[in-house]
């Protein structure tokens, strides 16, 4: 009886042949799973699965030091990473345009430029750099917070430390504003605020109340001083091995990924300032802009100098259809 029920298996396997094999693919990103960028990666994650049947696996990972994971995308030790823009001028230089103050009147100018030709553009040149840009994501708009003092002018910030991403534009902004701008991984921004090795840092309300940020700073000052874009990067032999059923399917599934990203940035920035007051902060809610634009003309001048200064009037002059 029991050779006989081996047998049986034994062929019933035969006949079924192998099973597919499944491609793994690993996207990092900087945040909790519950977060916009959780939101984006899981969106993504659940649709390209069931698009592809069984055949890829989606797995996330936080990585909180962004530069490393794009190195890590760039050299095919992971396949994707979702990461603001701050670090990505040093891989893609023309992306500096975009962390320019001041440069989108709101979340719907921002947005626009990205998803058109403009967006469009700047992701086809990650190709050159040995990436791929895929789809743009979000981050949010940049606030200011630390733990001295409220900041109510340009004034304020005289003589803060503040930390800042890896990014010449970002630093020079801070330093025009008399700040002292000192670059660090997010991975060590908690430590370093707690330290008192610097005093402030600036961030989108969703990846202030993600982190619990306010645990380590008093005063948030609602300065939306830089919009701040993010964007999947993936590795090029990864696109290049799929079928273009496969890769139009990845796509469909990144654009879901960024619907829900910026779905939930919008939830956040709705209810998080309200959130960050109830744990404690102090919230400078009213900011004198043009007073911040002004203190800010001799960095304009330089990233005119220095940046693209036609893309950005291209981007300025953006309006939608």
Known sequence: MFRRTALAAGLTALLAGPAAAQTQITIQHPLPLNSHYGAGATALKEAFERAAGNRYRVV????????????????????????STGPVGNFVPDTRNLDVPFLFRDSAHARGVLDGPIGQELLGRFNARGLAGVAWMENGFRHLTNSRREVNNPADIRGLKVRTMENQVHMRAFSTLGALPTPMAFSELVPALQQGTVDGQENPIPVIVANNLNQVQRFLTLTSHVYSPAVLICNPALLARMSAADRAAFQEAARAGVAANRARVTADEESGVEELRRRGMTVVTTVNTAAFQEALAPAFAEYERTLNAALLRRIRDWQPN
């Open 60 to 83: 996330i990972q936080r990585n909180d030091n962004e530069r490393e994971a794009i190195e890590s995308v760039q050299i095919g030790t992971i396949e994707c990473v979702i990461t």
